[in-house]
């Protein structure tokens, strides 16, 4: 979708058209773009403050709970939080029940270090009924331990609300490198990952879009979608193949094959017990 910043009740408005449209097509999780309530590019930390809303009370929140419960949805959406004097760049986790769960962004992009905290909630993992959900926003997925993190806990899927911009000498011929990197994550971690990104441009502020769901193998099972128009994606995936066929042959099995005898344990610390 694509996102207007300062306009919060038509952003709202055009993601539920789109979340009506991906449900009556049969969608059972949905994913939209990061700050896709408030819009992106803020010129004033007061501006930021006034676009946001807390979690799970605020308005916009209240609308995809609905929405999702109306429709017996699952969805992942980014928001802009407040809570209390700090700002957050969220990831919302909605079910048919109401709020899941929430991840902040931890590795914040450009200015937005001059308006969000740091992420202080690590990188959950949520269980559900149609699979077990790991979430993080954009930059993010440039640490491959964003990745690893929600694999080692069990994760079948990561949701990425994202909000792309060029990468200087990237060949116009060639796929984006955001996907590139999600081809990758998804097959090195064996999990299934959709990266919802946005469109258009923002007070000066390109965005790519080439939204796309990747299998565990790594490879595209819906997208990429365009560079710059709406649209919704579409993908069928049985999410416990992540973990049924992780075993790449009799003998290797990507992430019980990791030597953590031979380098950093901290890639080990928030291992869940049996999901290897």
């Known amino acids: ?155 079948d899927i990561v949701c990425i609300p994202t909000n792309w911009v060029p990468i200087p000498g990237q060949d116009k011929d060639r796929e984006a490198m955001a996907n590139i990197l999600v081809m990758a994550a998804a097959h090195s971690n064996s999990i299934f990952v959709a990266a919802a990104d946005r469109v258009g441009n923002e007070r000066a502020q390109p965005f790519i879009g080439q939204s796309l769901i990747v299998s565990y193998t790594g490879w595209p099972i819906a997208g990429p979608a365009s560079v710059d128009k709406e649209e919704i994606i579409y993908a069928e995936a049985n999410l416990a193949d992540a973990r049924r066929k992780r075993n790449w042959n009799e003998y290797n099995q990507v992430l019980r094959d990791r030597r953590s005898d031979v380098y950093d344990e901290m890639l080990g610390a928030q291992v869940a017990p049996g999901w290897y």
């Open 1 to 155: 979708m694509e996102p207007i910043v300062g306009k919060k009740d038509d952003n709202l408005r055009r993601s539920i058209e789109m979340i009506e449209e991906a449900a009556s097509n049969g969608a059972s999780l949905v994913v939209l773009p990061e700050l896709c309530n408030s819009g992106y590019v803020f010129e004033t930390r007061e501006e930021a403050f006034a676009l946001s809303e807390a979690v799970p009370a605020g308005p916009t929140m209240e609308a995809w709970i609905q929405v999702a419960s109306e429709h017996s949805l699952h969805m992942v959406a980014g928001i802009n939080e407040r809570d209390g004097d700090a700002l957050y760049n969220t990831s919302v986790v909605i079910g048919p029940h109401g709020h899941v769960g929430t991840f902040r962004k931890v590795h914040l992009w450009n200015e937005e270090n001059l308006f969000f905290e740091p992420g202080n909630l690590g990188f959950p993992v949520f269980k559900t009924p149609i699979g077990r959900i790991g979430t993080f926003i954009c930059y993010d997925g440039w640490f491959p331990e964003s990745y690893r993190l929600c694999a080692l806990q069990g994760a």
